[in-house]
């Protein structure tokens, strides 16, 4: 994905509008059925090349909100046709051939731990 919003979110919207590429929909479009923000793993690009960091984390006024997430990368798309998303239900994606940017300097360990974007 990139990254992802979790069950805290309290459906602000202070971060729909941040996204540069409308990779965020709100709970009446959450396709997973959970009624707060969902980041499509398919279109999130990390804010790389638009953003110094991702800005719907800056954006966000609830702490630990949005954590990383696995990179939609070549090398994970088996983690996303499991039932990694929250509550071991699986993700959505609209299209699963995309290979998605990532930030380097984000490990995969923390990623896997899906530490907070916006460090304390
Ligand atoms: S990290 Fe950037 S591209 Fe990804 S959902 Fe947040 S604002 Fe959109
Ligand atoms: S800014 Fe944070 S709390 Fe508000 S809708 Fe987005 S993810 Fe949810």
Known sequence: MAVIIGDTCINCAACIDECPVEA????DDNP???????????KCVE??????SPAC????PT??????????????KEFFKGNNYIDDQAYIVDDADAIMPMRDDISLEDRAARV???ED
């Open 47 to 52: 804010c790389v090349d638009h953003f110094d």
């Open 24 to 27: 965020i929909v709100d709970e």
């Open 32 to 42: 997973t059925g959970e009624e707060y923000y969902y980041v499509y793993p398919d």
């Open 57 to 60: 984390a800056e954006a966000c």
């Open 116 to 118: 907070s974007v916006v």
């Open 63 to 76: 702490e630990d909100c949005i954590t990383w997430d696995m990179p939609f990368t070549a090398d994970h």
